[in-house]
């Protein structure tokens, strides 16, 4: 996929911490969800730099404009990982830029060994559960691993 002029995909850096935890809670609150508590958030570079996990962000004219992470699903079977940590921001979104990080990470999970992705998406992301329906994504009845997306009664699963 061809990015849009002045924009930019690539692997999360430790300067990116600090505005993609400000993504991540403006993105929450704007669909109803917070976070409760989620150290992760707070430093996702270091939580995506473990094996076989990975996060990606786009900037926008040298703005970050939000990011996804791949990581193996906790509590779950080895081949399974999980799409975590999806946000956009408003400014960015319907442009190609959740579809150009969908297809990053199921890459990535392709190479670290995956045979299933997993996510967990909040009850009013239509937008995001319309990506995912269109990318062969199958919803399931329950959740699958460890989850803890606070709102979530909508998971996903798909072969990679």
């Known amino acids: 996929m061809t990015l849009p002029p002045g924009t930019v995909l690539r692997p999360i850096l430790p300067r990116d ?6 993504i991540a809670r403006q ?3 704007e669909f109803g969800s917070g976070l409760a508590s989620d150290p992760e958030v707070d430093a996702m570079q ?3 730099s473990r094996p076989r996990s990975a ?8 703005q ?13 079977e080895e081949g399974v990982c999980e799409l975590r940590k999806f946000y956009l921001l408003p400014n960015v979104r319907g442009i190609g830029l959740g579809q150009a990080l ?9 190479g670290f060994g995956f045979g299933q992705c997993y996510v967990e998406v909040l009850d009013r992301m239509s937008e995001a559960q319309r990506l ?19 709102g979530s009664n909508t998971w996903y699963l798909r072969s990679i």
């Open 64 to 76: 970050l404009g939000g990011g996804v992470g791949i990581a193996p699903l906790l509590g779950g």
């Open 132 to 150: 995912l329906e269109r990318n062969g994504f199958q919803l399931l009845q329950a959740r699958m691993g460890y989850g803890e997306l606070r």
């Open 17 to 22: 911490d600090a505005a993609l935890a400000a």
């Open 102 to 110: 969908l297809d990053q990470c199921l890459l990535s999970a392709r």
């Open 46 to 48: 270091r939580a995506y």
């Open 55 to 62: 996060y990606y962000v786009v900037e926008r004219d040298g």
């Open 27 to 29: 993105v929450l609150a």
